[in-house]
């Protein structure tokens, strides 16, 4: 899979779990960008997307992703490295 | 059940549903479990409102007079210590054996200064096990180990709470021990933002917590109905014989067996059995009187259905001589077919899926956690044995000509008396969970009611039992007047339990209150009904006894009151 499709896979979770189909997703979006993103939804989000790819991030990795680039980067590496 | 539907309730429209307030007091981050209890809430038609104290500030909040806490007045309250915070404690302060006493004394305390400003219910959520990562094995040999201290505190928690009926316990032990620790944890979460529970286990917990206000909001279930071929035994019992049906140590009996003990054991608590079965009843009783690894017997069972008409058809027909609501009532089948048959007609009936694998039943069955309760008396031992006796009165009353010929040949003797220390939890019992001859639903716990009790000034209390030849019901009505003023008695509770309907109770039970007014000499008696979707058969009882309506008030006459004929006779 490579980082569009991750990326693709992301903006489905994101309308999923927000309940909200304009969220359109780029590798610069931020929690700011994204109204229904707040801190308690952000575990919701990180949850659902590791279910989907059967990854699972670090604390460290959940705490300190920048933007929504840096998150499908993370997961391009686990599954590569798998 | 996921956070996306629990987000998605959370948006739905909640009016009309009952409503519950709830505080949550806490020193972990509880706004998930908030938002999944108040989502699930919706499911189960409850509007759950919430309160969360501020993070980590339980002793700011309670010892703060004017604290929102107090002015949001809880129906619950939520006293929720964390795992971990208490390990940290321990540690950190070099507790040793005299941990646990230290802790449940805090516990005390928070719960006599909240009383002592408003009037709350407590939940109190125990601690999960853990091995001990210090002394090991051998914690267990050591009075002043964390495990042994925290054991002690589950201990002690549940000592709490059969002395002070204001507080009962969240079992987050035992939920954590059946979903495991594994799966009931996220370190991640719990390290960024200081929430416990992983977020599938949140909504198991928050699950958990529903049940419980659902309990005590007056939806319980009462009977438990069973299937038998591959239910309550492997095999078919009209074509294997009674040699080959599987149960105790033949094929997968085992797992019969577990799920028949279950069974005994929610029939001692009070939970009515019966069995709707298509079968003979010729070969569908066999097993109860004959086979030597069967757990229930005859006795056990308080309405015995074998035929071949269809299940719903035999459910309604269980449902009216038991004289309950159809949403109390369980109904346990392997076959697919017909729990989809019994959902289909008969929806307020909860039909539990059942897993592929006999094996599986009784730990999903568990999981599901369905006969939650707030309430235990010594009478719900003997409730199969009730309702095994009113069916021999049916039949009894067939045989005479006149329904006054019978009521006179039944005998009938009723104590009526105050409550006191022995009725209050029976009463409470029957405040919380009688729906249908219950004129006003006013839903009182223990606490209540032995305010009420010694409340003399304002109140009177009757507690009334019924015997007669075929046996004793017990205590089968309440009524409570409330001293208005010096003219007028107000019935604040009437409630009647269904099952001695068409007695002459109602009618010996005003004879009584009417006689009490007369004596203290009040003129009149005033009553009212409100409805509720469950009362409707109450809703001309005033009317039936002669009061007059006034503006939605019902008064009696004390001084021209004519005695009603009853068969009663008061002990």
């Known amino acids: ?82 | 059940m996921d956070f996306k539907q629990i987000k998605a309730n959370l948006k739905k429209d909640f009016t009309g549903l009952k409503k519950v307030k709830v505080a949550i007091l806490a020193d972990s981050s509880t706004q998930y479990l908030a938002q999944a209890i108040r989502g699930i809430g919706y499911e189960k038609k409850l509007d759950i409102e919430i309160w969360e104290a501020e993070y980590d500030a339980i002793d700011l909040t309670i010892s703060d007079a004017s604290s929102e806490l107090y002015a949001f007045k809880p129906d619950f309250t939520f006293v929720f210590l964390s795992s971990p915070k208490l390990q940290k404690k321990f540690y950190k302060n070099g507790y040793g054996s005299d941990f646990a006493d230290d802790i449940l004394k805090y516990y005390n305390k928070v719960a006599e200064v909240i009383s002592s400003n408003i009037k709350t219910n407590f939940l109190v959520v125990n601690f999960p096990d853990k091995l001990d990562s210090v002394f090991g094995h051998y914690a267990g040999k050591v009075n002043g180990s964390f495990s042994y201290q925290v054991k002690k505190i589950n201990i002690g928690l549940m000592d709490l709470a059969q002395s002070n009926a204001a507080i009962s316990i969240i079992d987050l032990c035992g939920l954590q021990a059946m979903y495991g620790n594994a799966y009931a944890t996220d370190t991640r979460l719990y390290i960024s933002t200081d929430a416990l529970f992983s977020l599938d286990f949140t909504i198991k917990v928050a699950e958990n917590c529903v049940q419980v206000l659902e309990a005590y909001t007056g939806s319980s279930k009462k009977c438990l109905i069973l299937d038998l071929d591959n239910t309550l035994w492997g095999g078919i019992i009209g074509d294997d014989g009674l040699e080959n049906i599987q149960i105790g140590d033949l094929g997968v009996g085992k797992a019969f067996t577990e799920i028949q003990l279950w069974a005994k054991a929610l029939k001692d608590r009070g939970v009515i059995l019966a069995v709707c079965s298509k079968n003979d009843e010729i070969n569908a009783k066999e097993p109860f009187d004959k086979h030597p690894d069967m757990v229930l017997h005859n006795d056990d069972i308080a309405v015995f259905v074998a035929n071949w008409s269809n299940k719903h058809d035999n459910i309604r027909y269980i449902q009216s001589v038991l004289n309950i609501g159809l949403d109390s009532m369980v109904f346990i089948d392997d076959n697919a077919f017909e729990r989809n048959m019994v959902r289909q007609f008969l929806p307020e009936v909860l039909v539990p899926e059942l897993p592929e694998d006999p094996a599986d039943y009784l730990p999903y069955l568990n999981s599901l956690n369905i006969f939650e309760t707030n309430a235990y008396t010594e009478e719900d031992k003997d409730r199969t044995q009730l309702y095994k006796a009113e069916a021999l009165r049916n039949d009894a009353s067939r045989s005479y000509t006149s329904e006054l010929e019978f009521l006179k040949s039944l005998d009938m003797i009723s104590e009526v008396k105050p409550f006191d220390a022995f009725t209050i939890p029976r009463v409470a019992q029957l405040t919380q969970r009688s729906n249908q001859f219950n004129l006003r639903t006013v839903r009182y716990t223990e606490e209540d009611v032995k305010r009420i009790t010694v409340d003399n000034n304002k109140y009177h209390t009757f507690s009334f039992t019924l015997a007669d030849k075929y046996g004793n019901h017990g205590l089968i009505g309440v009524i409570i007047l409330e001293k208005k003023d010096e003219q007028t008695l107000f019935v604040d509770t009437w409630i009647m339990s269904c099952r001695v309907l068409k007695r002459t109770m109602e009618q010996f039970m005003l004879n009584e209150i009417v006689q009490y007014a007369s004596k203290h000499k009040f003129k009149q008696i005033e009553g009212e009904y409100i409805e509720t979707r469950k009362n409707g058969m109450v809703r001309d009882h005033y009317k039936n006894l002669g009061f007059t309506t006034n503006d939605g008030r019902w008064i009696l006459d004390v001084a021209n009151y004519e005695t009603k004929t009853c068969y009663i006779t008061n002990a």
């Open chain 1, 1 to 82: 899979m490579n980082s569009n499709e991750i990326l693709s896979e992301c903006n489905k979770i994101f309308i999923d779990q927000l309940d909200n189909d304009a969220i359109v997703l780029k590798r610069e979006t931020t929690a700011n960008d994204v109204e229904e993103w707040d801190s308690l939804t952000h575990i919701q989000l990180v949850v659902a997307v590791e279910k989907q790819f059967k990854v699972r991030f670090t604390t460290a990795e959940i705490q300190g992703f920048k933007n929504v680039g840096e998150m499908c980067d993370t997961i391009e590496k686990k599954l590569s490295s798998k």
